[in-house]
């Protein structure tokens, strides 16, 4: 069982930056490719940015190409969404998850894709 858990979230002024943090539990907890993931009320849950479990590849969706940055330190069993020149539109819960399988270098962008999931952070950008 791995527990993840959010943090870094606020309310920021357009252009600003904003750092997630995920921290996972457990011994295993840097084990697996890991997602950040948003929810902006009144909209379906969509993927932001994927790292595999190794942090050696990553993805992210192209409304944040270029502004959002995912990371990860397994030393530290924890991974991150580092958030540049944010807009308005990034307004949402952002939550991270983790996949099913143990050293996957795969990508992930379909939430079904991942078995755990944070209580998520909300982030405010104030234009």
């Known amino acids: 069982q791995v527990q993840l858990v959010e943090s870094g979230g606020g309310l920021v002024q357009a252009g600003g930056s904003l750092r997630l943090s995920c921290a996972a539990s457990?011994?295993?907890?840097?084990?697996?490719?890991m997602g950040w993931f948003r929810q902006a009320p009144g909209k379906e849950r969509e993927f932001v940015a994927a790292?595999?479990?190794?942090?050696?590849?990553?993805s992210s969706a192209d409304s944040v190409k270029g502004r959002f940055t995912i990371s990860r330190d397994n030393a530290k069993n924890t991974a991150y969404l580092q958030m540049n020149s944010l807009k308005p539109e990034d307004t949402a819960v952002y939550y991270c998850?983790?996949?099913?399988?143990?050293?996957?270098?795969?990508?992930?962008?379909?939430?079904?894709?991942?078995?755990?999931w944070g209580q998520g952070t909300q982030v405010t950008v104030s234009s």
């Open positions: 998850a983790a996949g099913r399988t143990y050293y996957s270098y795969s990508l992930y962008s379909d939430p079904d894709d991942y078995a755990y």
């Open positions: 457990g011994r295993t907890g840097s084990s697996y490719a």
């Open positions: 790292i595999s479990w190794s942090g050696g590849s990553t």
